[in-house]
């Protein structure tokens, strides 16, 4: 096989390969940015098919403002002179609707080195687009709810228990500002017990937190200037494949129902100690019973031997104790 027909073949295999592209607009362009060759995901992208493109400028594809601001000539030029153009912009279709585009345009040498023109390849990215822009519109709404919670702390620790958030009312609440607290251990909000290398409180939490999916947690928890307060909190996993997602804790201050549910409780029990008390202290003496009848058949009633209630017959003795005088 001599080298024309090799080299022959070597072109008619780059043709198949870029033909067969489907979702890449890929086309060559001569310095000025005359299009010179357009494929089928070209004309499949920008709806115009080859021989409409072929002999007109590219600056046709992009928007009216980037015409105006001539992008289409900066892109010539920096792929010229770096050796590479990225680039990410509105582009138009032949009916005029907008799609976001990401585009990479190169220079194109010859065997000696001489640039003779340009090639583009191009990518519709606009479903890309609005998903990261409705992620950062939901990141901004959710940063909003976080930092508006000023009742709430709100945080986030990654596995090594880390802390890599912190919203307003967690510096409210805790008494440390973002700055100071971003990075830390998260084990300096528990009190001194339970802060039990590898068996503490925030091991417990994350453990029960990946088996149930959610933990719930009260327990006293410490201030910046040492203090004390007894906090409500949940502790949830974080799904996102992200190599410092770990836990987000949602946690109260709910120090003056805890006291005000052990006061409660503590009048409950003295109730039902002083209740037992009078229970037993109102109940009569045998000697003020009434007599009972001694058989149901016979109707005769028990009578108390005189000996029994005390050693005087002139005296009978009370509920109270007290002797009186006989009649």
């Known amino acids: 096989m001599d080298q024309s027909s090799v080299l022959g073949k070597e072109t008619e295999i780059y043709r198949h390969m870029v033909e067969s592209a ?74 005029g609707s907008l799609f976001w585009a990401s585009g990479l345009m190169m220079p194109l ?19 890309a687009l609005h998903d990261d ?13 976080l930092q508006s919670a000023i009742d709430y702390a709100i945080f986030a620790f990654d596995r090594d228990g880390r ?36 068996e503490g409180a925030l091991e417990r939490e994350m453990e029960r937190a990946l088996e149930r999916g959610r933990a719930e947690n009260e327990r006293f928890h410490l201030r910046k200037d040492g203090s004390t ?19 987000l804790k949602v946690l109260r201050d709910d120090t003056e129902r805890h006291f005000a549910d052990e006061h409660q409780q503590i009048i409950l029990r003295e109730m039902s100690i ?12 045998w000697r003020c019973r009434p ?10 009633r028990f009578v108390m031997p005189k000996h029994v209630l005390g050693p005087s017959p002139r005296y009978t003795i009370s509920c109270g104790g007290n002797r009186t005088s006989k009649r």
Not at 133 to 145: D, G
Not at 274 to 285: E, F, N, Q, Y
Request: glycine share 10%.
């Open 274 to 285: 002083g209740s037992k008390t009078v229970s037993r202290s109102s109940r009569p003496c």
């Open 133 to 145: 822009e409705a992620l950062r519109a939901s990141q901004e709404r959710l940063q909003l709810i």
């Open 291 to 300: 007599a009972q009848p001694n058989s149901r058949r016979s109707g005769r």
């Open 22 to 95: 489907q979702d890449y607009a890929i086309f060559a362009m001569d310095p000025d940015g005359t299009v010179v060759t357009w494929s089928a995901g070209a004309e499949n992208l920008f709806g115009y098919p080859a021989s409409e493109m072929i002999g007109q400028n590219s600056g046709i594809l992009f928007s009216f403002e980037d015409q105006l601001a001539g992008a289409a000539l900066k892109e010539i030029r920096l792929a010229l002179t770096a050796g590479r153009a990225d680039d990410n912009r509105w582009h138009v279709r032949k009916g």
């Open 163 to 198: 802390i890599i958030s912190w919203n307003t009312g967690a510096c409210r609440i805790f008494g440390y500002e973002e700055a100071e607290i971003l990075g830390r251990d998260a084990r300096i909000l528990f009190v001194p017990e339970d802060r039990v290398e590898g």
């Open 229 to 247: 307060f007894w906090g409500s909190g949940l502790t949830m996993p974080l799904r996102a494949h992200h190599p410092r997602a770990g836990y």
């Open 109 to 127: 040498r010859d065997d000696a080195g001489e640039v003779y023109g340009l090639t583009k390849i191009v990518r519709d990215r606009t479903e």
